[in-house]
């Protein structure tokens, strides 16, 4: 009887978990975390990080390609990364507004989430101009998850 009346207080837990946690916040908190990540990896990367190898492609691939010049690599990289911690910010205003219960924390998340969306976009179009269609497979894995992102929470709205 002792795994009945654990695997009860489990399932209580549980139960009292998601009634605490609404899955907004959840989204909010792994969407600011996956742009502002991506975003300062823009500003402090080595060669371990994307985004050392986001401005290598730039630079030994994809302006070449365009017969632009490789120096524009760096200002690419910083105008995608301040895009990135934009939309980073959005989602962290959105998180503290679930957290806070503020009136207008779910038109903050559509809004993060539409923004995120047309971001991917401009990125897409970005990679067809460039030649990357390797690219566009990810990014289209991404508009997706933000899409299914906001079916999700208009769901419990």
Sequence with gaps: MPSQSSGSSI????????????IAAVLSLH??????????????NSADFFGANFKG???????????LDSSLAQPIAII???GELV????????LIGH???????AAVLSVSITLSILFFALLTAGSILLGARDQMLQQ?????ALLGSRLAVGATD
Excluded: Q, S, Y
Aim: glycine fraction near 14%; charge should be positive.
């Design 87 to 94: 939309l980073g910010l959005l989602f962290l205003a959105a």
């Design 99 to 105: 957290v806070g219960h503020k009136p207008n924390r």
């Design 57 to 67: 492609m730039l630079e030994n691939e994809l302006l070449g390609r365009l017969a």
């Design 80 to 82: 995608v990364g301040i």
């Design 140 to 144: 289209g894995v991404f508009i997706a």
């Design 11 to 22: 399932a209580g837990a549980l139960a009292t978990l998601n009634g605490r946690v609404k």
């Design 31 to 44: 969407w600011c975390l996956f742009w502002l990540l991506n975003g300062f990896d823009k500003f402090f």
